[in-house]
């Protein structure tokens, strides 16, 4: 009876563990952003949202045509980013930097998050 319990107990865990496996791996899809283009910000720190399961930093920049848009750029998780050198104090509001994203598809204000640099040459990557 032993046997025949375990004969079907291991197929079962060895497929609920596979399908809980793959959905936490396609819980974020990048199609949003466009990875073909990349692009330079210069702005200031609005603020720094160091936060699960996305760290958010939200950046105003001067466009070409004098107006300040705000920007919101998605990045890592913090625990991603914590073994990247980042902490929860890395970028403080008011911060001068330049960050490249990957844009929105959507020509909307916001990206995803390759690099950032501060005003004194720290460089965080992604």
């Known amino acids: 009876m032993r ?11 060895l497929t609920a563990a596979s399908l809980t496996g793959a959905s936490a791996l396609a819980h974020h899809s990048f199609a949003m952003f466009d990875q073909s283009k990349e692009l330079e910000l210069h702005g200031a720190v609005r603020e720094f949202q160091w936060t699960n399961p996305h760290v958010w930093i939200e950046i105003q920049v001067r466009e070409a045509d004098g107006q300040s848009r705000q920007w919101s750029i998605e990045a890592s998780s913090p625990n991603n980013l ?31 998050l390759l690099q950032i640099t501060t005003a004194n040459g720290t460089q965080l990557v992604n």
Not at 3 to 13: D, G, K
Not at 93 to 109: E, F, K, Q
């Open 82 to 112: 914590r073994r990247r050198g980042w902490t929860a104090t890395s970028l403080k509001p008011g911060d001068a930097v330049t960050a490249w994203i990957h844009p929105l598809r959507s020509g909307s204000p916001g990206g995803s």
């Open 3 to 13: 046997s025949r319990i375990h004969r079907f107990t291991l197929p079962l865990a």
